[in-house]
């Protein structure tokens, strides 16, 4: 069975300081592990889609990275506007198209 | 270019009612999910398709209907509703390309309370 922990479940940074969130999975055989940001009330919105160890992408001031074991996505002088839950998901290799697995989020908050 | 849209954007159920959940998608993609989301907890499939006609069982199914009778629309029904079922319903549509899925396209969410 496929498993995403995200730690830490909330954080809070003054704007400008950086940190990253941190999520680690248990997978068969990945086939993707994803990273959406949730604004309260609205959908997840798709940040980044990583599929191999050593892999990287970035987005204004969010970067993600992967390793075998755990994914990091580093927020670099972060903006109040970046207040958000940022989930992390996996799919594994286990069958067709049966969904992603997800954590129960990192809520982050900016404060100005 | 409206994405995904979900109807309605909240609903109160007495037990034992019934509704449709909808969920329309304009981006022509063959893969459907729903998922609920549990305050505290992470997102749960409840059921997903493939394409037209084909449907199957995510984690938590029980007490849930699909239909998929074309690409756009993919329908949740609850029959029966209980409390248990109070929740923020998802719905998602993404495309493959070989092994690789993309990330999906979620709706804005339906809010279901049932009293």
């Known amino acids: 069975e496929d498993q995403v922990t995200q730690s830490p479940e909330a954080l809070r940074l003054q704007e400008g300081e950086s940190s990253s969130l941190n999520c680690s999975y248990t997978?068969?055989?990945?086939?993707?592990l994803f990273w959406y940001r949730q604004d309260p009330g609205k959908g997840p919105e798709f940040l980044f889609t990583?599929?191999?160890a050593g892999e990287e992408k970035e987005k204004e001031r969010l970067k993600a990275t992967l390793t075998k074991k755990e994914s990091f996505l580093h927020i670099t002088a972060p903006k109040p506007e970046d207040s958000a839950t940022y989930l992390c998901a996996v799919r594994g290799s286990g069958g067709g198209a049966d969904g992603l697995t997800f954590g129960k989020g990192t809520h982050l908050i900016i404060q100005p | 270019n409206a994405g995904v849209t979900q109807t309605p954007k909240f609903r109160i159920l007495k037990i034992g009612q019934s509704m449709t959940l909808q969920c329309t998608q304009d981006m022509n993609h063959n893969y459907m999910y729903w998922y609920r989301q549990d305050p505290g907890m992470g997102l749960k499939l409840i059921y997903y398709s493939v394409g037209a006609g084909i449907t199957d069982k995510g984690e938590v199914p029980n007490g849930y209907n699909v239909s998929r009778s074309t690409t756009e629309d993919f329908p949740l029904r609850l029959e029966l509703a209980a409390p248990s079922q109070t929740s923020v319903y998802f719905c998602?549509?993404?495309?493959?390309?070989?092994?690789?899925?993309?990330?999906?396209?979620f709706g804005s969410g339906t809010r279901l309370t049932v009293v």
């Open positions: 990583l599929y191999s």
């Open positions: 998602a549509s993404s495309e493959r390309q070989g092994i690789s899925f993309y990330g999906y396209t």
């Open positions: 997978v068969s055989g990945l086939r993707g």
